[in-house]
């Protein structure tokens, strides 16, 4: 059918109906000229190899459409996340073409029985008479339209009842369902009777169990349970112990209450008052430190045990090392060996400090000193000069004068020098 056909049966279909005639035998055609059922699919598996046209931005019933407009398509491919058609000349099976593992595919084929679209209201001439009869793309491959008030139907030709419903007889919101000569109503929950006008009593069944009191609601009931029960019909016993009131003990479950028992170290109706253990004192020399159920001591410096009741002894560690370790209240004293001084006796006396050595070298050694003299000097502080003329060092018969740390020698001429062993000479002296 070409374009300009199409128009002037548009134009006929406008006028008719403007007119408001009954347009007897007048056909509508639709732009699809052939049409194929497609009915064999595999999910996540397509037809590879046989590759006609890969169409974007379609899905599955456009995609058939495609295939059916096609003169050589005989199965597709559809992807309808990413929206891809793709047109096969070939279907399973057929010259050794197979189906491949493909996620998120769809595959349809068919044996192609394709229809010739705009002929069935020629030929069959569905609708009743003076109702318009249109071709569609899909089986029948026709529709009537345009019934009138009276008819109903696919072809137009059941006769419409009387409708017992229009009088709206349902109350409550309740829904009407004509039937031949009468009607029906389906009642909103709670509602009862022929037109849903009466209210159910859900008490009447005396629902709430251990006295408790019903209050009819609609479509419903609420109990209002007795202090220790609870539940929609007041059924269950409230476990009064759910909520772990006792946080330091075993809880009892009672009718509206509990009981504890308390763990050892706590008092009190909830079992939440803890006992002082610290309340004896019974830290001698440090602090009580109360903890459930008992009490540790933190003691004072130089006290320990578990009730800070024995001296440390500060000497066991022996902290003097050369003297007598003493011990004392959190402290220690040392008494220090000879030669050694300090607060632990760890630092060697220097005996030299008074400078016993007069006229030497003092030489500072273990808890005593030694002295190097001097030169004519001797003694166990180099205080003793030495009389070296007892030796006899003036030759000659020189006088020899001793002095502190040395000596002098007073020569007889002709003799001079130190020790009077040079002779004067005539004329210049040798």
Not at 208 to 229: E, K, S
Not at 290 to 318: M, Q, V, Y
Request: negative net charge; charged residues 15%; aromatic residues 8%.
């Amino acid at each position: 059918m070409g374009f300009d056909k199409k128009t002037q049966l548009a134009r006929l279909l406008l006028v008719c109906l403007m007119a408001i005639k009954r347009c007897n035998g007048l056909i509508l055609r639709l732009p699809c000229l052939v049409h194929a059922d497609f009915t064999i699919f595999e999910v996540d598996w397509s037809l590879q190899g046989s590759l006609l046209e890969t169409i974007q931005g379609i899905h599955d019933g456009d995609c058939t459409l495609e295939c059916v407009k096609h003169p050589k398509c005989k199965s597709y491919n559809i992807q309808n996340v990413t929206a891809i058609c793709e047109l096969n000349s070939k279907i399973a099976g057929e010259n050794g073409s197979s189906l491949v593992q493909r996620p998120g595919w769809v595959y349809k084929s068919t044996d192609y029985n394709q229809t010739e679209v705009g002929e069935s209201c020629q030929r069959l001439h569905p609708c009743a008479s003076n109702v318009l009869c249109r071709e569609t793309c899909h089986h029948p491959y026709y529709e009537c339209i345009h019934c009138d008030s009276l008819h109903s139907g696919l072809h137009c030709d059941k006769q419409k009842e009387h409708n017992q419903c229009l009088t709206n007889p349902c109350k409550n919101q309740g829904s009407c369902i004509s039937e031949e000569n009468d009607y029906r109503c389906i009642c909103q929950p709670g509602f009862t009777a022929k037109n849903c006008e009466q209210e159910i009593d859900e008490c009447t069944s005396l629902p709430c169990f251990n006295g408790g009191a019903c209050f009819d609601r609609l479509n419903g009931f609420q109990c209002v349970c007795i202090p220790g029960f609870v539940g929609q019909h007041c059924e269950t016993d409230y476990n009064e112990c759910s909520s772990n009131p006792c946080p330091n003990g075993i809880c009892r479950d009672l009718l509206n209450s509990f009981s504890c028992t308390c763990n050892a170290g706590w008092v009190g109706i909830t079992c939440n008052q803890d006992i002082n253990e610290c309340a004896s004192n019974p830290c001698g020399y440090g602090i009580c430190n109360n903890l459930e159920n008992h009490f540790s001591c933190t003691c004072n410096p130089g006290w320990a045990g578990k009730r800070c009741f024995s001296d440390i002894n500060e000497c066991s560690s022996n902290p003097c090392i050369y003297g007598i370790c003493n011990n004392l209240q959190n402290r220690f004293s040392c008494t220090c060996s000879a030669g050694w001084i300090g607060s632990l006796c760890n630092h060697d006396y220097n005996e030299c400090s008074s400078n016993p050595c007069v006229n030497g070298i003092c030489n500072n050694l273990q808890n005593r000193f030694s002295c190097t003299c001097n030169a004519g000097w001797t003694g166990t502080l180099c205080n003793k000069d030495i009389n070296e003329c007892l030796n006899s060092p003036c030759q000659n018969g020189g006088i020899c004068h001793n002095t502190n740390g040395g000596y002098s020698c007073y020569c007889i001429l002709p003799f001079y020098g130190y020790h009077c062993e040079k002779v004067m000479g005539f004329g210049r002296r040798k």
